[in-house]
């Protein structure tokens, strides 16, 4: 008979610890935006309904924006609502905040959504912070976070350009640009570089000395003038053609002896040349000093030599040497000597006429 009760007994605690009873929270105010969690779960908005242990409990905190929170233990003893009101937070303050973007036509995105173009206002409390992110076509995207606690007013977010605008122009307009060994333009070329990037130019043109820049992206954008200086050898120069560097043959007309040409050849010859190293009559053959002439970059020399036709008294062979010389490394002098003259295919304007001339006065 002990046994039977002291079982009953175990059986009814047993009941007891596990029986629940239904427990409801409802929150009155404010009538909207309340939060309820149950033993720190999130249970539903404004009003929950939950089962208590008659031997247990659970904690519960009710929530709201611009309230004071509420924290407390239910029991399964007493009523099985429990109504709450929330206090309304006297510290809490929505201030006003605005994003402006340069350029002014980037798109505020927030939360995934494009909010706003350029300027995006708003208010948030204290307790809240906005992420946003900042992008536009041709520029580097930003992402900023605004905090509750910040404070109020404008923040501008600037971007960088990841690709900006170059252009550019020679003086004179005419030249050639060559960007890699391709002609891009004349004149004038604009283009577009991010700044990981750069570009070299060589700017040229005839009757002009060349110009390379380089432009690297973190230069600033805009418009590079390259002007080009005048080339004074170019200048004072022709193409050599048919005049420098090779033999030029005439023949003689005149009635006159073959002394008397000779000495006419000479006479005008001198009036280009000046002296002579050789002038042998009976030879026929005729040698100028060198006549040297420097310029910016480089100086020239000029030669003639004359040659009678041994077989034909009347036949001559005119010979222009046209070489030029460059300065020697690190010497702002120019090399003189005779190893460090070149061919050069532009023979100076002076001596143009120089052939039309000899063969003229023997006619």
Known sequence: MKKITFLILIISILATLTACVTKTVLVKCPDSGAKITVDGDYAGDQQTTFKVKLSGWKN????????????????APGSNIREVCLKPDPNYEERDYTINTVPNDATITIGGK???????????????????????????????KINGTDQPGVTTVTLVQSERDYT???????AIITIDGNNVAQGTYSFKMDREHYIIADVTRPGYFSNTIRIDGTDEPGVKTVKLIEDDAWIASAPASDIANKNIRFRATSDKSDDEIWYTLIRYA???????????KGAGWAKSTWVT?????ISVRSRMELKRNP???KEFTLYISSEYTTKKDGNNKYCKDDECFKQWDRVLKTYVELPSTLSTAVQ
Not at 60 to 75: D, G, H, L, N
């Open 311 to 313: 077989g034909d008294k």
């Open 168 to 174: 550019i122009k020679t003086i004179p307009e005419d």
């Open 293 to 297: 002439r420097s310029f910016s970059k």
């Open 270 to 280: 001198s009036d280009y040349f000046g002296d002579f190293t050789v002038n042998d």
């Open 114 to 144: 494009n909010v706003a173009q350029g300027s995006y206002s708003f208010k948030m409390d204290r307790m809240h912070s906005v992420v946003a992110d900042v992008s536009r076509s041709g520029y580097f995207s930003k992402t900023i």
């Open 60 to 75: 519960i905190t009710v929530s709201a924006p611009k309230y004071i929170s509420e924290s407390f233990t239910i029991r």
